[in-house]
């Protein structure tokens, strides 16, 4: 039976190597807000023990951050008044905005395509 449902995807090619080394541009500009992220005793988001480094490539640092630009702030009395996320507060956070934005968008574009449903749950 064939129900239509494409169930992967095989995009050779899709980032430049120019787009990868802006990725991981990217990802060094975040690695101080990551490695200070996981903690020994952490919630179930940042729990050393679900960060293990690759055994492959040790030039990811592993963590959890959150980067939000509208955050409401949950546990405290004004929860009608969004604000930056605690990760964007931070002296390079315009500099780390810039340098995600274009991954960013061809994340987005890829998600529109390959899930449109989820894509429309996050606007």
């Given at each position: 039976?064939?129900?239509?449902?494409i169930i992967?995807?095989?995009?050779?090619?899709?980032?430049?190597d120019?787009?990868q080394?802006?990725i991981w541009?990217?990802?060094?500009?975040?690695?101080?807000?990551?490695?200070?992220?996981v903690?020994?005793?952490?919630?179930?988001?940042?729990?050393?023990?679900?960060f293990?480094?690759s055994?492959?490539?040790?030039a990811?640092?592993p963590?959890?951050?959150?980067l939000?630009p509208?955050?409401?702030?949950?546990g405290h009395?004004?929860?009608?008044?969004?604000e930056?996320?605690?990760?964007?507060?931070?002296?390079?956070?315009?500099k780390?905005?810039?340098?995600?934005a274009?991954?960013?968008?061809i994340?987005?574009?890829?998600?529109?395509v390959?899930?449109?449903?989820?894509?429309?749950a996050?606007?």
């Amino acid at each position: 039976m064939h129900s239509g449902a494409i169930i992967a995807w095989y995009l050779p090619d899709t980032l430049t190597d120019a787009t990868q080394k802006e990725i991981w541009a990217a990802s060094d500009l975040l690695a101080p807000m990551l490695e200070k992220s996981v903690k020994v005793d952490g919630n179930w988001r940042t729990n050393q023990g679900w960060f293990n480094p690759s055994l492959e490539n040790d030039a990811l640092t592993p963590g959890c951050i959150n980067l939000s630009p509208m955050w409401f702030q949950q546990g405290h009395e004004n929860q009608s008044d969004p604000e930056v996320s605690a990760s964007l507060k931070g002296a390079s956070s315009e500099k780390i905005l810039k340098a995600i934005a274009r991954p960013a968008a061809i994340a987005t574009a890829a998600l529109r395509v390959m899930h449109p449903e989820q894509y429309w749950a996050g606007l």
